[in-house]
């Protein structure tokens, strides 16, 4: 390697440690909580993320897919009367709560 070269790279490895590393950007607020509300001061970081938007209404989409429609098994109690007979009337709506011994439905039946 000759002079030149040798000075070069000396003198840029000079320069190298010669400069002062950049400061440390300041370190923001911490956000304050109010209750349930958290509160960030003006010109937070994190306000930068936050945006508003209007809302408009989107376009309806309808999608065919084939489908049965089944009783979930794990939710549905059957329920057998001790004899035959025709349902007159029933006294219980669906999804409605009931007790133990509740009429349920009224039965007519020819063997009694």
């Known amino acids: 390697m000759n002079h030149t070269t040798l ?13 002062e590393a950049p400061a440390p950007a300041p370190e923001a607020p911490a956000p304050i909580l109010q209750g349930s509300q958290l509160r960030f001061a003006p010109g937070h970081p994190q306000l930068a993320l936050l945006g508003m938007a ?46 133990s011994g509740t009429l349920l439905a009224q039965l007519a039946s020819p063997d009694f």
């Open 7 to 19: 000075l070069s790279v000396l003198s840029l490895a000079l320069l190298a440690a010669c400069t």
């Open 54 to 99: 209007t809302a408009a209404p989107g376009k309806a989409i309808t999608v065919e897919l084939p489908a049965k429609l089944v009783w979930n098994e794990e939710r549905t109690q059957r329920i057998y009367p001790a004899f035959a007979g025709r349902v007159m009337a029933i006294k219980a709506d669906v999804g409605q709560q009931v007790k």
